[in-house]
């Protein structure tokens, strides 16, 4: 149940905030070319268990994407389900998922030169969400969905500062708002820094990364929590 925030400004840039849900217990690798040989040129925080990756970047492609988990609507026996840590490798490589696809659901943010996109796949169809100018927000739903209670309290806060592109500073200004979530507690539905155990996943957030996209390339922050679900001032 992740959740990433993007600003889109029109015209070759972006900019987001990414806040990562797993399980405590499954290690990851901090932001690094993990795949020289399979992936030359890419860079990404590493899932040490399936080898995948959540966030990858390819920056001399100006490429990065995103994964985040998504309900299915089709029942999937595990023993028939492909690992979705190759997504985000594969996209920052020019190769983007097509249907049918024997994974569980997901929502794939791909930013690249050509702009912002959602592919989203639900376990029997797969769809595009272009994402607009402006700011927005995604989890586990659909791009901006008014029901993602998170995203219902916290988008009109995130829009509400100027436009990424406008500020020098426009990470910090994010990380205040997320710092400002923070005050709830992680099992708040409304939590962007989650703990997800009450709403029936073993997830909680982990870290976070700031990043940009623009003519220049791709630079990502990265940040790991003191302790899962916990934010420290």
Excluded at 26 to 38: K, V
Excluded at 180 to 195: N, Q
Excluded at 198 to 222: E, I, R
Aim: overall charge negative; charged content about 25%; hydrophobic content about 45%.
């Amino acid at each position: 149940m992740c959740t990433v925030v993007i600003d889109v400004d029109g015209s070759d840039a972006a900019r987001l905030l990414a806040v990562r849900d797993e399980d405590p217990l499954r290690e990851w690798d901090a932001l690094g070319a993990w795949w020289p040989e399979q992936y030359p040129g890419v860079s990404g925080i590493r899932d040490r268990r399936a080898g995948g990756a959540w966030l990858a970047v390819n920056p001399a492609e100006r490429r990065l994407a995103v994964l985040l988990n998504r309900a299915d609507v089709v029942d999937l026996p595990e023993e028939l389900a492909l690992s979705r840590g190759s997504l985000a490798l594969e996209s920052v490589s020019g190769r983007s998922p097509a249907a049918p696809l024997s994974m569980h659901g997901f929502n794939l943010l791909e930013v690249g030169a050509e702009g912002a996109r959602v592919l989203s796949w639900d376990g029997a169809l797969l769809r595009e969400t272009a994402v607009d100018a402006g700011t927005h927000m995604i989890a586990h739903d659909d791009l901006d969905d008014p029901g993602t209670p998170r995203i219902a309290a916290w988008l009109p806060e995130f829009r509400a500062l100027d436009p990424a592109a406008a500020s020098a500073d426009w990470p910090a200004e994010w990380i205040a708002v997320l710092a400002a979530s923070a005050r709830l507690s992680p099992e708040d539905d409304r939590a962007i820094i989650r703990d997800n155990r009450p709403h029936g996943y073993p997830t909680q957030s982990l870290l976070y990364c700031t990043a940009a996209v623009t003519a220049t390339g791709v630079d990502v922050d990265y940040h790991a929590l003191p302790a899962p679900a916990h934010w420290a001032d």
